[in-house]
């Protein structure tokens, strides 16, 4: 097991990826979530604190084309939960678990996005009073929606990563088999540099890294952000 900026180093195109884990000590939960675009329309974005949420905004309105897929919250919290995605299944599983059903039952109602490279959706849940998590994929499987889940204890020092796409720059796969494992360090500043320098240059428009203390609650947010609003 290596950290997971040596393994972005080598991808050019991994699309959007999650990960969820541990600090060596322990003592928090860590969380990340990246995007990465290669139109003009997928670069034209930042991600943007909302109270204990993330939510993605527009660098400029007037280039704007389309905002399918592109505008959603990859990370909102409900109770002790925290929900992280690559789509606007944030919100489906926000209202599900609001309304006390699962994780697993509010992606049950979605497929993989309907675009040219039929993304797929990747999610995560965390608990906040333990630490355990879990990750789900979507994607098309055929003419089908294929639904895998993971669930897991956390363990010091490791993550578990997901991405929408295997990391070809020509013509990107859909991520295949399990999570991937990956350490962690306890410096967050150290971690999120690391990340976001490993991330393709070309490719590269917003990631997000947040350290929560699982005793004391304390989160610490480190946002990335290849443009700015003027």
């Not at 400029?60 to 897929?69: R, T, Y």
């Not at 088999?177 to 410096?187: C, Q, R």
């Not at 990340?195 to 070309?202: K, R, S, T, V, Y």
Request: with cysteine.
């Amino acid at each position: 097991m290596y950290r997971l900026n040596d393994y972005l180093k080598g991808i050019n195109y991994p699309g959007r990826g999650v990960f969820i884990g541990a600090t060596p000590d322990g003592v928090s939960i860590v969380v990340g979530y990246f995007i990465m675009g290669r139109s003009e329309n997928s670069r034209n974005r930042i991600l943007i604190p909302e109270n204990k949420a993330i939510k993605i905004g527009i660098v400029d309105e007037s280039k704007l084309v389309d905002s399918s897929f592109i505008l959603y919250y990859p990370i909102r919290v409900c109770g002790n939960m925290l929900i992280v995605t690559n789509g606007d299944q944030t919100d489906t599983v926000y209202e599900y678990i609001r309304g006390g059903h699962s994780f697993e039952a509010a992606l049950r109602t979605r497929n993989y996005e309907e675009d040219t490279l039929l993304t797929p959706r990747i999610s995560g849940l965390v608990d906040l009073v333990d630490g355990s998590f879990r990750l789900a994929i979507i994607q098309a499987d055929g003419n089908s929606c294929s639904r895998y889940f993971y669930e897991y204890e956390p363990k010091p020092g490791e993550v578990r990563y997901i991405s929408t796409y295997d990391g070809s720059n020509s013509d990107p796969k859909p991520f295949v088999g399990e999570p991937k494992a990956f350490k962690t360090i306890d410096d967050i500043d150290e971690f999120g540099a690391s990340i976001w320098d490993a991330l393709n240059e070309d490719n590269k428009v917003s990631f997000v890294l947040k350290y929560i203390n699982l005793e004391t609650k304390e989160t610490f947010d480190r946002v990335y952000n290849r443009y700015s609003r003027e």
